[in-house]
């Protein structure tokens, strides 16, 4: 997957030394090999973790044709269609010179401009410096399941796959403002925000064009509302067919790959189809690794998570080489893990041990493996949660799962000052990215059932914005440990053909994930194929929350930490006088991880607060 960064600047030469800075930041996502071009005016970097064409394709990449480079790539991710694509520019008179995607990506662009990323299927996030026109071109993936960051500067642009590359500059200062602190604490990711102010993200299926007069956002590709023709056996077959071809494809590696198996239907959909792949492939047997549960040790009672028994069951089934990871909790509160989760991050979370034991697990898989399948996403495109469902939240007038699980993330008004939340206003902020996000298909304008447009809203919201908050989970996780995660439900196509699928095809048994069920039922057995979906696992022990308010208890306590300020004087007075049984009411897990983290992030990152 690798590590991007750069600096263009139309007003000054770049710094060398500088650039290097920023691309040494990329080191865990790219241990492989690394490389900064610069000429003039801009600056590339790159950190490579090897995967396809392990001797070549080294960058940044140039194009060699006449008297310089006309154009130059750094690039991260994969495009799976690197092999039609090259097949077609050698036909074009292009010659290659490696086995890589980068070489094909750099060709396409020369050979089509801006528009060949219409061409493109994966997962990716680029930038090129075209030397003809003097212009830099940022692009990302449709889905967005890549990541890339950017900041306007006063004479030309930052960027990285990170924000820790952009932070690497010594003329980007961290602040943290108003609405920068309205992100941390919603629980509604915007396309484009970044949390820094000055710093921007560059939205899924958009490129940013960055010349001298400046720089332009600009979407190659929307999801879009339409008809649906085919009959229910035909969108069955249709999507077998999609997802066979879309694993088989992500596939192609040369180096180790294996799956992440929690033993639901999404990862032991994509572990059967990739065994079935290989089998057909006489590649032998396929590895797959999950996490068992963090309370095996009895703890957690009747509501244990069953995940290991489930996914020791598919691996039985379709004949994988299985490896489990468990975890307890003291293992994921260990302050050292919880600094390495934020350092991958760059920013708070609300969700600690559920990072903390991906990042763990990823530590492990990537002993024995450089590449993994996950079924992110399958739950948006299929319909798997319950808030997708559930008519109260389907027909709220908010985000589903915030109407579902708002009790959840409670805990704002316990923490913070009352001037501070009128100041943020998080109930208006949530409302007004709601109507934005829903505005975008309008829905109700093209389809006749205002119920079957509300349903297609829900899955666009699952899909641009839900999503995207698992796809940065499972990027900074895996990358910080030098893995590439592959997502075969993210793929353009099934998404594009899913989404318009109507509800009652895609509910059409009465249950959760109805298409995806019937499209793998003769590959699963019938335990897991008719499995109710579970959450992923994660720590239920009432010692991991007591640990958390302890802490948080501390911290008020001790009065000087850069959260102080807009701490509620009433928290301050209950916790002088009871401890940490002053955050017992009203305060969820998740307000009390966020919290903390914010502490450390202020800490660890300097950040200015200006609100």
């Known amino acids: 997957m690798c590590g991007i960064a750069g600096w263009v600047d139309f007003a000054r030469p770049v710094d060398h030394d500088i650039a290097r800075a920023m691309t040494d930041t990329m080191a865990r996502r790219g241990p492989d090999a690394e490389g900064v071009w610069t000429d003039g005016h801009a600056a590339l970097g790159h950190r490579r973790l090897s995967v396809i064409d392990l001797e070549g394709g080294c960058q940044p990449m140039a194009a060699d044709e006449g008297p310089g480079a006309r154009a130059v790539l750094t690039y991260s991710g994969e495009t799976y269609n690197f092999q039609e694509l090259r097949t077609q520019l050698t036909g074009l008179g292009h010659r290659f010179t490696t086995r890589s995607d980068t070489e094909v990506v750099l060709r396409a662009y020369l050979e089509w401009g801006p528009s060949f990323v219409d061409r493109l299927e994966g997962i990716y996030a680029f930038a090129i410096w075209d030397r003809d026109r003097d212009e830099l071109l940022l692009v990302r993936d449709r889905m967005g399941v890549k990541p890339l960051y950017y900041a306007p500067t006063a004479s030309g642009v930052l960027f990285g796959s990170e924000p820790k590359a952009i932070l690497a500059h010594p003329e980007f200062r961290p602040v943290l403002d108003a609405d920068g602190l309205?992100?941390?604490?919603?629980?509604?990711?915007?396309?484009?925000?970044?949390?820094?102010?000055?710093?921007?993200?560059?939205?899924?299926?958009?490129?940013?064009?960055?010349?001298?007069?400046?720089?332009a956002e600009e979407r190659y590709w929307q999801l879009r509302v339409a008809e649906h023709t085919d009959s229910l056996n035909d969108t069955v077959r249709t999507v077998r067919d999609l997802l066979a071809a879309t694993v088989e494809q992500q596939m192609v590696s040369d180096v180790p790959l294996c799956t992440l198996l929690s033993g639901g239907l999404d990862s032991s959909s994509l572990t059967a189809l990739a065994a079935h792949t290989a089998r057909t492939k006489g590649q032998g047997r396929i590895r797959s690794c999950s996490v068992s549960d963090p309370d095996l040790d009895g703890t957690a009672g009747p509501d244990a998570n069953e995940d290991h028994i489930y996914a020791r069951l598919l691996a039985e089934h379709v004949g994988s080489d299985h490896s489990e990871l468990p975890l307890k909790a003291p293992d994921l509160l260990d302050p050292a893990l919880r600094a390495s989760v934020l350092r991958a991050y760059d920013l708070p979370i609300a969700k600690g041990d559920e990072h903390a034991s991906l990042h763990l697990l990823f530590s492990i898989v990537r002993q024995h493996s450089t590449v993994a399948l996950s079924g992110e996403c399958g739950d948006e495109v299929f319909g798997g949660y319950r808030w997708q469902r559930d008519p109260d939240a389907v027909f709220s007038t908010t985000f589903p799962w915030v109407h579902e699980g708002r009790h959840n993330y409670q805990g704002n008004e316990v923490v913070f000052t009352p001037d501070l939340l009128a100041k943020l206003d998080l109930a208006t902020y949530e409302r007004d990215c709601?109507?934005?996000?829903?505005?975008?298909?309008?829905?109700?304008?093209?389809?006749?059932?205002?119920?079957?447009?509300?349903?297609?809203?829900?899955?666009y919201l699952a899909l641009t914005r839900h999503a995207q908050v698992l796809f940065d989970r499972k990027d900074r996780m895996s990358m910080a440990c030098g893995l590439e995660v592959r997502v075969p439900f993210a793929d353009h196509r099934l998404v594009e053909y899913t989404f318009n699928v109507p509800w009652a095809i895609k509910s059409f048994d009465g249950r959760e994930k109805s298409l995806l069920r019937a499209a793998m039922k003769d590959l699963l057995p019938p335990a897991v194929a008719q499995r109710v979906k579970t959450p992923y696992p994660s720590i239920r022990a009432e010692a991991y929350n007591r640990t958390l308010r302890e802490r948080l208890?501390?911290?008020?306590?001790?009065?000087?930490?850069?959260?102080?300020?807009?701490?509620?004087p009433d928290l301050k007075a209950r916790v002088r006088r009871d401890g940490a049984a002053a955050l017992e009411e009203g305060m969820s897990r998740a307000a009390l991880e966020t919290t903390l983290q914010l502490d450390e992030w202020l800490r660890a990152y300097d950040v200015d607060v200006v609100l």
């Open 434 to 459: 709601h109507s934005t996000a829903v505005a975008e298909i309008d829905a109700h304008r093209q389809l006749d059932d205002p119920a079957e447009a509300r349903y297609r809203e829900v899955t």
């Open 553 to 568: 208890a501390d911290l008020v306590r001790t009065g000087t930490g850069p959260l102080d300020p807009f701490f509620s």
């Open 182 to 215: 309205r992100d941390i604490l919603s629980v509604a990711k915007v396309p484009g925000h970044a949390v820094f102010r000055g710093m921007r993200e560059v939205p899924a299926g958009c490129l940013v064009r960055v010349h001298r007069s400046g720089l």
